[in-house]
């Protein structure tokens, strides 16, 4: 072999290890931190700028969101409570990104404005995580720059005590017989006062209820009242009895009063995600064994049942062996990240990897997709987990891949997020358009994590390692549980079943020791999922399969037969090479078969609600997309006709209000709170005839976003028998204002195709032609042709309302 052979291997070599490695410079990741701090500026200015004292942005009107004012979105806007929600849910990013002045300006505003007795409706589990996490730990750094001295000298723990106020205003929504808390409070009035506008919901989702013990027991180690963690505890208590003992999994919904499960489905993502991410965390906060315990039994049935890497699918809890879905949801994201804290490598990457993919191919994560990787839901909120996960990973492993893929999320939401006053969420991935939200959690976290992805510990202002971050990437310092005093008299003491441990059971793993600086060893398990999408494979010729096919009959009639068939025949002394001598009759018969790259999208049959009654008389037709459950409208030749009424409550996951106004009539329900069938039961319970499901997501509409077809919840929905179907927003407030304006609105629910006047331009005419002359002389016949009176009927349609 020449020097030149060897030099040229060498340097193939070499090239190949540097892209398997993705290496990147010190000045790469400087470059690319640089422009992290870019974007938060831009993200926060606007905030700032448009919005604030609001509790959100809008970035595409360039306003706050300020509830009361905008279109009510459904529990979506239960986040807000008109208390500054993002500047709060910021306040610790500052720090991290070390923009202390900022920072201390921010503290300043939000003693100086915040406000937390207002008389407003919030959802517990978002206030908690959201504001409650906020101000703890913008208390905690505001604490540690005081004691550093220089800075926030005037602060005299101002947070601590608004976080305490606002624990006491939670408080109320653990008033229940079985200690779980009701999803919901008033700030002002709390949960069973006249004035207070809730207390009537029965169910809860276990992450609702498992998500409060991080902030609530931090609260009480640092305000010195115990009330807080020992209702947190008993919330946690209560969801671990009401698992089931024989898969050991916990169901997505249950019920406040006595404890018994609504949804029986389980997974790791929306629903139950955080309820496990509390049980490893408060073992890691406050050094409590039962909590790692129960993480551990709850984590053995999770890789037993639910990881089918790189999957993570939903199952029955009581038989776990059956999928109750075929999509998953974005939430799951943070799954890999919760994996590394346990020291669980191998299905963490796996997941990962999975999840990477489906963004380079959807540039997001949409907010559901199938297991095929498929668009379920197209809709991307800029939820923080993927890029949770990467930074997880990558302080795991010391692989630059997790640098390149965190770059990628850089680029993508600059690319396809950013507008002139902040960055808008993507109302569908394959359409791109974008929402006019900027929820706050996307300063919160996003950021947090991207920035600390591209940093080293000796850049940040604070030593990482001693916080845990909670699930809203809020500080809270690990020395709780030997700093400050634990509540006496609040040890659980319940005791996990006897399960299989391993390695990482009784341990907290630190990265420094667990996990060596080997790239290596993270891309052979990566490698096996790179082309799960099919994006970025290169595309190989498959080769010829050759049949010998011996034809006993050497007549041209098999030949032909098999021609017919689509199947051409070569003989085999046609070909040049081999020995052909003993192939008298054995022909060599091609298959080629053409591979579709992209996997078709289910046929979705486009649905119509046609407002019929006048003054409208069949002339509005709103797109409607159609269910995969409930009465096949196809097979109802006029599809079903009757009067709209709106449902009270409007999201229509419980008892109705209005039972007498629905009876008979097509239920409005808006979309949110629960899946659509456990609407369609509620609505068919009241006696509605059909139900009209309205988007809640503002300024969504048909033109801009594929129709979907409406799924069940997982379970049997044999039992509902209405027709349903789904309009977005924009349709949805025609038809809201058409009953606003008139006091009866009859409309056909009907596929498309069948619509009133469907394909027809004008209305038909038939020409009858009338002979004037008496007589039949068929000579005089052609004379008297121009003499004929036409008369032209105009074909009455007026029997197809019916």
């Known amino acids: 072999m020449c020097w030149f052979q060897i030099l040229l291997i060498v340097g193939l070599v070499a090239w190949v290890r540097c892209q398997d490695n993705q290496h990147m410079t010190k000045e790469e990741k400087n470059t690319i931190r640089d422009r992290i701090v870019e974007m938060f500026d831009h993200a926060y200015g606007s905030y700032m700028k448009y919005a604030y004292p609001a509790d959100e942005l809008m970035p595409l009107s360039c306003r706050g969101r300020v509830r009361g004012q905008e279109p009510n979105r459904g529990d979506i806007d239960d986040s807000l409570g008109k208390f500054s929600l993002t500047l709060i849910d910021t306040l610790d990013t500052l720090v ?84 779980l808390p009701y999803p919901k409070v008033n700030l002002r009035y709390g949960v069973q006062n006249p004035l207070s506008r809730t207390g009537t919901e029965s169910d809860t989702c276990t992450a609702c209820a498992g998500t409060m013990i991080l902030e609530f027991a931090a609260l009480s180690r640092l305000s010195g009242e115990s009330v807080f963690e020992e209702h947190a505890r008993r919330a946690l208590d209560v969801l671990w009895e009401r698992r089931q003992k024989g898969s050991d999994l916990v169901g997505t919904v249950i019920n406040i009063h ?63 062996t059956v999928s109750v879905r075929s999509w998953m949801d974005s939430l799951l994201a943070f799954f890999p990240g919760l994996q590394v804290l346990r020291g669980d490598l191998k299905p963490a990457i796996e997941t990962h990897e999975m999840l990477y993919q489906v963004t380079k191919q959807h540039k997001f994560l949409p907010e559901a997709f199938t297991t095929e990787l498929r668009v379920h839901w197209g809709q991307h909120l800029l939820r923080p987990e993927f890029a949770e996960s990467t930074y997880y990973l990558y302080k795991a492993t010391g692989d630059p891949y997790y640098l390149r893929v965190g770059q990628s999320i850089v680029e993508k939401l600059n690319a396809y997020a950013r507008v002139p006053c902040g960055f808008a969420a993507v109302q569908d991935v394959r359409t791109g358009t974008h929402e006019d939200r900027m929820d706050s959690f996307f300063l919160a976290e996003m950021f947090k994590y991207l920035y600390l992805l591209f940093t080293e510990k000796t850049q940040l202002p604070i030593n990482i390692d001693d916080y845990i971050f909670t699930t809203e990437a809020h500080l809270l310092p690990v020395s709780l549980s030997t700093s400050q005093p634990s509540c006496q008299g ?104 053409k591979v579709r790259q992209t996997l078709e999208e289910e046929e979705v049959v486009p649905h119509v609600v046609q ?123 025609v038809l809201s204002a058409a009953l606003e304006e008139h ?60």
């Open 611 to 733: 407002l019929i009654s006048p003054p409208f008389l069949g002339r509005t037709v709103l797109s409607a997309g159609p269910a995969k459950f409930g009465m096949d409208l196809t097979k109802r030749e006029h599809g079903v006709k009757g009067s709209i009424a709106k449902a009270s409550p409007y999201p229509a996951c419980g008892p109705l209000e209005n039972p007498a106004e629905l009876k008979g009539h097509i239920a409005l329900a808006l979309r949110g709170d629960c899946m659509f069938a456990a609407k369609a039961r509620w609505l068919q319970e009241a006696g509605a005839i059909g139900v009209i499901f309205i988007d809640h997501r503002e300024g969504s509409n048909s033109e801009e976003t594929p129709l979907f077809q409406m799924v069940g919840d997982g379970g049997s929905t044999d039992d509902i028998a209405l027709p349903l179907v789904f309009l977005f927003s924009r349709e949805g407030a």
């Open 490 to 593: 609040n040890k659980t003491g319940t005791h996990a079943a006897s399960h299989e441990e391993d390695l990482f059971t009784y341990t907290c793993p630190s990265t420094d020791t667990l996990f060596p600086n080997n790239p290596s060893f993270a891309k052979s398990i990566r490698d096996s999922y790179k082309y799960l999408t099919g994006v970025g494979r290169a595309v190989h010729p498959l080769p010829i399969r050759e049949i010998e096919l011996p034809l006993h009959d050497s007549g041209i009639e098999p030949v032909e037969f098999l021609k017919r068939m689509g199947i051409s025949l070569t003989p085999l002394n046609h070909f040049s090479t081999g020995d052909t001598s003993k192939h008298k009759e054995v022909y060599r018969m091609k298959f080629v078969a």
């Open 743 to 802: 006091c009866n609105v009859e409309v056909l629910l009907l596929p498309n195709e069948r619509q009133l006047g469907h394909g027809k331009t004008d209305q038909p005419v038939l020409n009858i032609k009338l002979r004037l002359s008496e007589d039949d002389d068929p000579e005089e016949e052609e004379e008297e042709e121009e003499e004929q009176s036409i008369i032209k009927l105009l074909l009455d349609e007026s029997e197809d309302l019916q």
């Open 96 to 179: 991290v990104l070390n923009k202390l002045d900022d920072f201390e300006d921010a503290v300043r505003k939000a003693v100086r404005d915040v406000r937390l007795d207002n008389d407003v409706v919030v959802s517990v589990f978002e206030t908690n995580i959201r504001v409650l996490g906020g101000l703890l730990g913008a208390h905690v750094m505001a604490d540690l720059l005081r004691q550093r001295g220089g800075r926030m000298q005037w602060y005299d723990d101002e947070l601590l005590s608004m976080a305490t106020e606002l624990g006491h205003r939670l408080l109320p929504a653990f008033n229940t017989s079985s200690g």
């Open 258 to 320: 006595n404890g018994e499960w609504v949804r029986r489905d389980s997974g790791v993502g929306a629903g139950i995600d955080s309820y496990y991410e509390y049980l490893m965390k408060a073992y890691i906060l406050l050094g409590d064994d039962v909590f790692l315990e129960r993480f551990n039994v709850h984590y053995s049935a999770i890789m037993k049942y639910i990881s089918q890497p790189p999957l993570l699918l939903n199952v029955h809890m009581h038989n776990p």
